[in-house]
């Protein structure tokens, strides 16, 4: 069972290699492809993955007071994007004091009930890109 599917396709030859370059390809475009050139036909398994995903808007350091609650808010490239969080190079889990919030594109960290001994530098890690900002908490 073969694709078919219409996408640009950029032809190349050096020698005896031919090289073949599919551009705008979808997801859903992904399965078995057969090339046919005059007399010689060849078929390949296509993948398509998606691209990483980016953070078109990165975490920014911020203070706050004691007891607060402090929002650590970032921005990725694709709303499925996952990521996850990090204070201090270890990894942070949904909890009583941490909320994960995934909204769109939106990321949140969401820290309730600051102490001091939260005043460190957070990350939000997705796979190809991080992004990371200290968080200052102050005694009253």
């Known amino acids: 069972h073969y694709k078919h599917f219409l996408v640009q396709v950029v032809t190349r030859a050096e020698g005896r290699v031919h090289t073949f370059t599919l551009r705008d390809v979808q997801l859903d475009e992904a399965g078995k492809v057969k090339i046919t050139a005059k007399d010689f036909t060849t078929s390949?398994?296509?993948?398509?993955?998606e691209p990483a995903a980016e953070f078109t808007k990165p975490l920014e350091d911020q203070t706050v007071e004691e007891e607060a609650t402090a929002v650590l808010e970032c921005?990725?490239?694709r709303e499925n994007a996952e990521v996850?969080?990090?204070k201090a190079g270890q990894e942070i889990f949904k909890s009583k004091q941490y909320d994960i919030v995934a909204e769109g594109r939106i990321r949140r960290l969401i820290i309730h009930?600051?102490?001091?001994?939260?005043?460190?530098?957070?990350?939000?890690?997705a796979k190809d890109f991080k992004t990371s900002c200290f968080l200052s908490?102050?005694?009253?």
């Open 44 to 49: 390949a398994k296509l993948i398509v993955k």
């Open 75 to 77: 921005e990725v490239s």
């Open 84 to 86: 996850k969080w990090f």
């Open 113 to 125: 009930g600051c102490k001091p001994d939260n005043s460190k530098t957070y990350t939000c890690d």
């Open 137 to 140: 908490v102050e005694g009253k």
